[in-house]
């Protein structure tokens, strides 16, 4: 069983890779992922907000086209995590949704942001999320349900480790 906390696990290698799990039942799971320990900011960050009947994925931070982390591996890596907590937290009829959009992509020229969402949604789909048809405003959504969601474990995070591990290895650090 799953308790409220801090949960870590670190991959060692050429790189090292910390993911760091903050689980608060009923409220919030943040999946931070931290590479050679350098920074005090996670280089990834998923923050997805928990109710009894639903789950809502708020965003994942750290990886958009043009930075270091983009198709790194660690977005990957950070959700196949969480969908394994998820999976242990709720049964499989468990609602998911959340936006596929990125607010700071408003600021791209238009001609840009098709391209980017259909990166996104391909993104979200490898994991079994299924996207909206966009509403009045081209809004498109991130739905499903826990059961629908399987772990992506092809290829690499820093083409050196796995992008999927057993999270009953993680250390449990701290009640929160």
Not at 6 to 31: A, E, P, W
Not at 47 to 57: A, G, H, I, K
Request: hydrophobic letters at 35%; aromatic letters at 10%; a neutral charge.
């Amino acid at each position: 069983m799953l308790h409220n906390g801090s949960y870590n696990f670190t991959f060692v290698g050429t790189s090292r890779i910390d993911v760091k799990v903050i689980l608060q039942r009923g409220s919030n799971l943040d999946v931070l992922i931290y590479i050679d320990q350098a920074n005090v900011h996670p280089a990834i960050r998923l923050f997805l907000s928990l109710c009894n009947t639903s789950v809502r994925v708020v965003d994942l931070y750290g990886n958009p086209p043009g930075s270091r982390w983009h198709r790194s591996g660690l977005g990957a890596l950070a959700v196949n995590t969480a969908i394994q907590f998820l999976k242990q937290l709720y049964p499989p009829s468990v609602t998911l949704y959340g936006h596929v959009f990125d607010s700071k992509d408003f600021g791209l020229p238009e001609s840009e942001q098709p391209e980017r969402q259909e990166g996104r949604k391909a993104f979200w789909r490898t994991f079994g999320f299924e996207i909206s048809s966009p509403d009045t405003r081209g809004d498109e959504r991130l739905q499903g349900t826990i059961g629908a969601l399987h772990l992506a474990s092809t290829g690499l995070a820093l083409g050196e480790h796995p992008r999927v591990f057993d999270i009953s290895h993680m250390q449990f650090l701290s009640t929160s």
